[in-house]
C-alpha cells in the first residue's frame, strides 16, 4: 500500500502564504495523477487542485484559481501545493491523494490518501 505523507501545514494570516508537500518512498509515485483535497469541519471534502502523471494538465477548483499553484517532482515522489493570498475560508484540514486513473474531481477516483495536515487561515 502506497504511504502519501503531507507537509507544511500550519496558521497564517489572511493574505499570506503557504505550502504543503506530499511525499512518498513508493517508486510508483511518477504513475500517479496527483490531487489536493481539502475538508472543513461539517463539511464533505472538495477537490481543491490535480495534476496529471507528468505534470502536462493542471486543474483548479474555482475558489483557489490564481492563487493556488499545484506541481510535481517525479524524481523527488513528491507533490507540491503553493497557496497564496490565503482567506479565512481556506481554513481546512488538506489531503494529497494518488490515482492511477486519471485526472478527477471525485474522491472516489483516488486510491491513495494522505493522512492530512491542517490549514488555519486567520483574519
Known amino acids: 500500500q502506497v504511504q502519501l505523507v503531507e507537509s507544511g501545514g500550519g496558521s497564517v494570516q489572511a493574505g499570506g502564504s503557504l505550502g504543503l508537500s506530499c511525499g512518498t518512498s513508493?517508486?510508483?509515485?511518477?504513475?500517479?495523477?496527483m490531487a489536493w483535497f481539502r475538508q472543513a469541519p461539517g463539511k464533505d471534502r472538495e477537490f481543491v487542485t490535480g495534476i496529471s502523471w507528468n505534470g502536462g494538465r493542471t486543474s483548479y477548483a474555482d475558489s483557489v484559481k490564481g492563487r493556488f499553484t499545484i506541481s510535481r517532482d517525479n524524481a523527488k515522489r513528491t507533490a507540491y501545493l503553493q497557496m497564496n493570498s490565503l482567506k479565512p475560508e481556506d481554513t481546512a484540514v488538506y489531503y494529497c491523494a494518488g490515482s492511477f486513473s486519471n485526472l478527477g474531481r471525485s474522491p472516489q477516483s483516488y486510491d491513495v490518501w494522505g493522512q492530512g495536515t491542517q490549514v488555519t487561515v486567520f483574519s
Open positions: 513508493e517508486g510508483t509515485f511518477s504513475r500517479y495523477a
